[in-house]
């Protein structure tokens, strides 16, 4: 988390993922607040790589998350 961050920030983000779940592309709905604290999240949500889904193991699909800490 970057400096100087507001402990309450929410930010709102569409994943789009593959079969199998890799990530495919990230989309902010809504930013947290900065340019550094999205650049934060979207860094902490690529190196996740693969999201652990049931329907992901059989279709590709899009994921909206609401992002707090």
Known sequence: EPPGVMPNFRCRLRIDYAVGGKIMAL????GCGTLALD???KRAI??????PLQNAKREAGSLEIDFTP
């Open 39 to 41: 650049d934060s999240v």
């Open 27 to 30: 989309r902010f709905l809504k």
């Open 46 to 51: 690529w190196k996740t790589q693969i999201l």
